[in-house]
């Protein structure tokens, strides 16, 4: 496994090790204590999984506390634009974000940790995308930002996404008060 720091601390990019033949691939998804070694010593305690179309857009969303959730991402099939948004107040990267596509053939991961706007991109339609997460779900403490906010700078590289009602509704970065 190598896992690669970004520019934002504490977000990190997880490459597998693959081993593959003419019968198909194996490769680690997970290994507690590489990833211990690499700075994420959070338990996970809960998996997840969506099915998307193409052209579907979900987030950017953030679990506040104190339910904050740490998130370990990835596709199982099809491929993503996978986006984190720094939205830790005394962060020197607050507000910068993190734009990758993660995708069933490059096997990249992504950790987010507690503190991030999350959200994807769907590339492919009958995309898989799977997450595990160092905190149970809490619908009272659940937020989010508009996946547009001018002063984010994200480059989703599409104009009409399909979207939930609540990420239709969600606050501008601009307007946006971090609980983190």
């Known amino acids: 496994m190598n896992i690669e720091k970004t520019h934002i601390a504490d977000l990190l990019i997880i490459t597998p090790t693959v081993f593959g033949d003419d019968r198909g691939h194996f490769f680690e998804s997970y290994r507690e204590d590489t990833l211990k070694g690499a700075g994420i010593n959070e338990a996970f305690v809960q998996d997840n999984q969506s099915l998307s179309g193409k052209g579907i857009l979900r987030g950017l969303h953030f679990q506040r506390n104190p339910y904050a959730q740490g998130k370990l991402v990835r596709v199982l099939q099809g491929a993503v634009l996978d986006v984190a948004v720094d939205i830790r107040k005394e962060s020197e990267t607050y507000g910068q ?10 096997k990249k991961m992504l950790y987010v940790p507690p503190g ?38 994200i480059n989703w590289d599409i104009d009409d996404p399909k979207l939930s009602d609540k990420d239709l509704v969600a606050k501008d970065f601009s307007d946006f008060n971090s609980p983190f």
């Open 116 to 153: 991030f706007a999350h959200g994807f991109l769907t590339l492919e339609d009958d995309t898989i995308f799977c997450y595990k997460c160092t905190n149970y779900y809490d619908k009272e403490s659940e937020g989010s930002i508009l996946w547009n906010s001018p002063s984010l700078g």
């Open 97 to 106: 974000h993190l734009s990758i596509e993660l995708s069933a053939d490059n």
